[in-house]
Every structure is written in structure tokens, then in C-alpha cells.
């Protein structure tokens, strides 16, 4: 079994930051890559950065410069700094964590979610 444990979402005026955690835990072989995802109202849920376990990054055009993921690599936890927000990322963002088994086989889990809002 494996959890994602997400934390960090809220209420923030324009302008403001958030910062975002996802722990994962449970039977993990390897992580080979985690990161964030959000779903707006009405849109499909859309990539916001992955880092890979060898650290490259992918973050989407919309919140380059704006978003930074970091990772502590002992915790099996990576974090999202948010910054200079608006109000179209308001959405509900979802940890992701691709695993790999032994076998090199690769799992996807989702966390449970989280609300972020962005308000005028």
C-alpha cells in the first residue's frame, strides 16, 4: 500500500504565495518521479511540474518563473512553492508519484487533493 499525504492549500488574496507538501509513504521500491497536478471547474486536470529522481524538472508554460518544486529525497517528500499567484490558479492540486517496482514496472499514484483559491 502507498499514501500520499498532501498539505498546504488555502485561501490566498492575488499577488500572495502558498507552498504545498505531498509525503509519500508505504511499500516503495523506488520513486522515479513526483510532482503536481490541478483540476479547475469545468477543465481537466492538467500537469503543473514533475521532478524525476534524477532531479530534471517540467513545468508547465503557465507557471514557469511563478511555481518551484523541490524535493527532500530522505522523506520521499516534495514540496511546491507557489508564488505571485492569480486567480486562474485557483484549482484543486493533486500530488502525483510514479513508482517502480522491482521489476521495473511503473505504478501512478494520486493523492487525496487540495484547495487552492485565489481570490481578487
Known amino acids: 500500500q502507498v499514501q500520499l499525504v498532501e498539505s498546504g492549500g488555502g485561501l490566498v488574496q492575488a499577488g500572495g504565495s502558498l507552498r504545498l507538501s505531498c509525503a509519500a509513504s508505504?511499500?516503495?521500491?523506488?520513486?522515479?518521479?513526483m510532482g503536481w497536478y490541478r483540476q479547475a471547474p469545468g477543465k481537466q486536470r492538467e500537469l503543473v511540474v514533475l521532478i524525476t529522481s534524477r532531479g530534471s524538472t517540467n513545468y508547465a508554460a503557465s507557471v514557469k518563473g511563478r511555481f518551484t518544486i523541490s524535493r527532500d529525497k530522505a522523506k520521499s517528500t516534495v514540496y511546491l512553492q507557489m508564488n505571485s499567484l492569480i486567480p486562474e490558479d485557483t484549482a484543486v492540486y493533486y500530488c502525483?508519484?510514479?513508482?517502480?517496482?522491482?521489476?521495473?514496472?511503473?505504478?501512478?499514484?494520486w493523492g487525496q487533493g487540495t484547495q487552492v483559491t485565489v481570490s481578487l
Open positions: 508505504g511499500s516503495i521500491f523506488s520513486i522515479n518521479a
Open positions: 502525483k508519484a510514479i513508482l517502480g517496482t522491482m521489476d521495473g514496472i511503473e505504478y501512478n499514484y
